[in-house]
T-cell receptor, first 112, second 113 residues
Framework: GDSVTQMEGPVTLSEEAFLTINCTYTATGYPSLFWYVQYPGEGLQLLLKATKADDKGSNKGFEATYRKETTSFHLEKGSVQVSDSAVYFCALILNTGNQFYFGTGTSLTVIP | KAGVTQTPRYLIKTRGQQVTLSCSPISGHRSVSWYQQTPGQGLQFLFEYFSETQRNKGNFPGRFSGRQFSNSRSEMNVSTLELGDSALYLC????????????FGEGSWLTVV
């Protein structure tokens, strides 16, 4: 079935460190891929997305490239800030509907 | 343009009671989906409605139900609440059903005691 597997957390980094959160997927069709972020006590905010192979999504210094050959969509940021501390969710959606399949989430804490 | 609005934001219910949560989608959006978020199970899809019709349903017991009105507002209901129903319930709206342009609300925090 369709599913997303993402790196277990929690992840703790020092400010200005490089961030990578791994995400791989299994899909029966041609999914769109997403990264969502959730700050404490809040709902989900779209961070970035990619709708087809080799697309790169980017926002606020975060990037992820849709790799069909490795079925991956790893999230990266070159220099994290304390304000990036949150839980990050990788997700896929098939273009046949609006049902998301989410990964388990990765908690990131950035310390000064 | 107003976002997805969920009410109430926080509520506490007693085991065995029922609860109704409301979601007002972004104006013009006809698709509304619901998700349950718990620490143990993560984010799980409950159901999706489009133009008052349920299009898709997740793997939840029959105690979980929903509906959508002609103005696209949606409600979900959980009957005979159990402690394990304590969760953040998220609503998402979209103008289409092609998996793009989806916006989430802030969620309703349900605590069952």
């Amino acid at each position: 079935g369709d599913s997303v597997t993402q790196m277990e957390g929690p992840v703790t980094l020092s400010e200005e460190a490089f961030l990578t959160i791994n995400c791989t997927y299994t899909a029966t069709g041609y999914p769109s891929l997403f990264w969502y972020v959730q700050y404490p006590g809040e709902g989900l905010q779209l961070l970035l997305k990619a709708t087809k192979a080799d697309d790169k999504g980017s926002n606020k210094g975060f990037e992820a490239t849709y790799r069909k050959e490795t079925t991956s969509f790893h999230l990266e940021k070159g220099s994290v800030q304390v304000s990036d501390s949150a839980v990050y969710f990788c997700a896929l959606i098939l273009n046949t509907g609006n049902q998301f399949y989410f990964g388990t989430g990765t908690s990131l804490t950035v310390i000064p | 343009k107003a976002g997805v609005t969920q009410t109430p934001r926080y509520l506490i219910k007693t085991r065995g009671q029922q609860v109704t949560l409301s979601c007002s989608p972004i104006s013009g959006h006809r698709s509304v989906s619901w998700y349950q978020q718990t620490p143990g199970q993560g984010l799980q899809f409950l159901f999706e409605y489009f133009s008052e019709t349920q299009r898709n349903k997740g793997n939840f017991p029959g105690r979980f139900s929903g509906r959508q009105f002609s103005n696209s507002r949606s409600e979900m209901n959980v009957s005979t609440l159990e402690l394990g129903d304590s969760a953040l319930y998220l609503c998402a709206s979209s103008p289409r059903t092609d998996g793009n342009t989806i916006y989430f609300g802030e969620g309703s925090w349900l605590t069952v005691v």
